[in-house]
């Protein structure tokens, strides 16, 4: 198939994605061509990153002391002490031993999942992680499976029938996922790693910055932190700025900084930028707790109200194991009623209709995307709703109101 065929049937079956352009972006809201819109898409969860006033005073504090380039690797020369510091900093508030950043979170989950398992090792990866642990995984040297999502019984059966078989085995899983905003069953995460013998890693991206006492994600939230061996976040969503880190025990984070070929070989972040990280969740994080509890709970509420309705599922919803439901719907988990989050995703089956649904949603003021497969399983394309701290409760319901009269 040539070039253009491959994208004119992407036009053909409403695939076709373009870089939209925005003329203005400003807490809650977005611009395009002039019309101001309330942004549902955003994963600016708590307003940092286009908040003039909050850059301001960071341009204010640090001056012209840190520069726009590192001009290199950090294990050439790309290092300066603000880079340790944040690592310091990291490693202190998870009570880890050490922690490594990466240039993205899509940096940290391949060079991770592709050196973490070598020839003779495996990784057991829920079926809906993010393509960067997908793409970490298919790099690797060691085997993978795809458990069906969430599904916790599907896991130890897997674990009983493959684990002996293997000579290092991680589990490798999400918190807050990031496109059905439901969260994993850490419990029991752990309580599997512990009785085979596994190495897990979480991938906090979504929930870093967000839930938790002093921010850290969900295993904070669950007291679990000490249980989990390699934590991911990111800085590029509730933080405000870029970049990504792992923690973990001093033996992984060298065997990282050895083997993560992402870290190893791309320019650093730029220096200011790592003080940028650094400042927000020394300064502004602490602050945020009630603003944080009160978008979660508000999530969770919202959640609660879409009714599940019964549909024929299309076969790759039904391998993902998402109970699709119809519009308005949330599919439950495996175990049953799932727990929502600040991500509401808006189940619409067709990219047509998916599409056709935030185009009305525009129309009203709303800005939302069509989330389309490779994104997420065939047959589930959806609106992803994501709150933010200045989201009301009023202009959520409206959305989700003007979402289900388009069916
Ligand atoms: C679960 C998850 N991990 C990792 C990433 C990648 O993070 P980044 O955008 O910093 O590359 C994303 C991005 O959306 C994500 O949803």
Known sequence: MSYKEYLDVLKQNSHFREIKDFTHKDEKYIEINGKKLINL??????????????????????????????ASARLLTGTLPVYKELELLLAKLFNKDSALIFNSGYHANVGINSS??????????????????????RLSEGKFFRYPHNNMEALEKLLIRERKNFNNAIIVSESVFSMDGDIADLRKLVELKEKYNCILILDEAHAFGVFGQNGLGVSETLGIIDNVDLIVGTFGKAIGSMGAFAVGNKTLIDYLTNKARSFIFSTALPPINIAFTKWIIENKLPKTYEKRMNMIKLGKKITAQLTPLPNPLPQEAREAEINVVQQGYVRNTPQGAREGSHIIPIIIGSNKETVETCEILYQNGFFTLPIRPPTVPEGTSRLRLSLTTDITEQEIQNAISLAKQTK
Do not use: R
């Open 41 to 70: 898409s955003s994963n600016n969860y708590l307003g940092f990153a286009d908040n003039n006033a909050v850059t301001q005073e960071f341009l204010e504090t640090t001056g012209a002391k840190y520069c726009f380039g590192s």
């Open 116 to 137: 973490i398992a070598g020839k003779g090792d495996v990784i057991f990866s829920d079926k809906l992680n993010h393509a960067s642990i997908i793409d970490g995984m």
